[in-house]
């Protein structure tokens, strides 16, 4: 028997399995859903699939997935160009039309041409411009702010004429990668430092960890970012980034500190790594996050905290006195390995 699973888009939670009359009488009712059944590799809207398509009323072809409706049945980003510099310390350039925006978080600027104008909006600016009042604002910063941003946004708007650019650079050596949120479902979940700019229009939003040892152990603590809206982010990861695309059921387990991002249709959880032995001589710490499919995730190679860690403890230590490679030898050793700093 076919089983059958649906999401709207307007949240995490999933609705399933169903057997094929209620999953006709389903989609008939929620006609703008997303649907899952084995066979698929991803989440289809129930306008695409044959078999509930006789049963869903026709929707405009237009029209941008539900999840990126819901984040601003009006709003629309600003459909920007860009290009992607360099391997280890990237940074993205961003091409601006008149009139068009690019956000980015505070200090993440690298250049701009002198027609684009700087502005510092309050919350993440996607209700700049498109008749948000006071309170949306409001909500934006303090979503920001739960996230560990500042309660401010910058704002690069071209304000002359021709093409202008602005440049963003990442903030520790890793990769960008640029990512168009109508293309993964309107919605990203992502670590809470991984956004770092993208087109105007786009929201960067919470993302609660329902579940209380996911917050507790899974790397990223309760809340994590959201990202919505139907135009271009450019996510920073730390060292090299890699994209697995998982299957209905498909669970991935990976250190708690890198996971960069997901779709929302992967279920984040956390799981011991083993036994006592392995908690305690494993070096891999207590717990492991569990990515379960449908849908894709995206990992770095080297989180912020390992390379902080790493760069800690190769620290001199007790008043200034080096511990390097060469501290057997003691001063004459440091002379060997190069290290005069005695």
């Known amino acids: 028997m076919t089983r059958w699973y649906f999401h709207t888009g307007s949240d995490s939670t999933r609705i399933g399995p169903l057997d ?44 941008p997935p539900p999840a990126a409706r819901s984040a601003g049945s009006s709003r629309r980003s600003d459909d920007i160009d860009y290009r992607i510099v360099g391997n280890d310390m990237p940074f993205v350039e961003v091409e601006l039309d008149p009139g068009e ?24 600016g996607s209700h700049s411009g498109q008749g948000g009042g006071f309170m949306d604002k409001l909500l934006s910063a303090g ?8 309660l401010f946004t910058t704002m690069f708007t071209h304000t002359g004429t021709g093409k202008a650019h602005v440049a963003f650079a990442a903030p520790y050596p890793g990769t960008v990668v640029a990512m168009k949120l109508d293309e993964h479902g309107g919605r990203l979940i992502c670590q809470k430092d991984s956004f770092l700019a993208g087109a105007r229009g786009v929201s960067v939003g919470i993302h609660l960890q329902r579940k209380i040892l996911t917050g507790l152990f899974g790397g990223e603590g ?21 994209e697995r695309e998982l299957k209905a059921g498909e669970r991935l387990d990976v250190d708690t500190g890198c996971v960069v991002g997901f779709h929302d249709t992967v279920q984040m959880d956390v799981r011991a790594v083993g036994g006592i032995k392995s908690m305690l001589f494993g070096g891999e710490g207590v717990f492991l996050a569990t990515l379960t499919g ?33 501290s057997v030898l003691g001063g004459l050793g440091r002379i060997l390995d190069g290290d005069n700093s005695f």
Not at 143 to 150: A, C, I, Y
């Open 20 to 63: 094929e009359a209620a999953a006709r009488e389903h989609a008939q009712r929620n006609p703008s859903a997303f649907c899952w059944r084995e066979g698929f590799s991803e989440w289809r809207p129930v306008r695409d699939v044959a078999e509930l398509r006789d049963t869903a009323p026709d929707l405009p072809e237009h029209l």
């Open 101 to 124: 925006s690019a956000i980015a978080e505070a200090g993440a600027l690298m250049y701009k041409d002198a027609s684009v104008q700087m502005d510092t909006v309050f919350g993440d």
């Open 143 to 150: 979503k920001r702010v739960l996230t560990g941003e500042s």
């Open 222 to 242: 309760f809340i994590m970012q959201k990202l919505e809206g139907d135009g271009w982010v450019f996510v920073h990861a730390g060292g090299t980034l890699v």
């Open 294 to 326: 449908p849908g894709k995730v995206w990992l770095q190679s080297l989180p912020f905290s390992r390379m902080a860690g790493r760069m800690l403890a190769a620290a001199p230590q007790g008043g200034g006195q080096n511990r390097g490679e060469g």
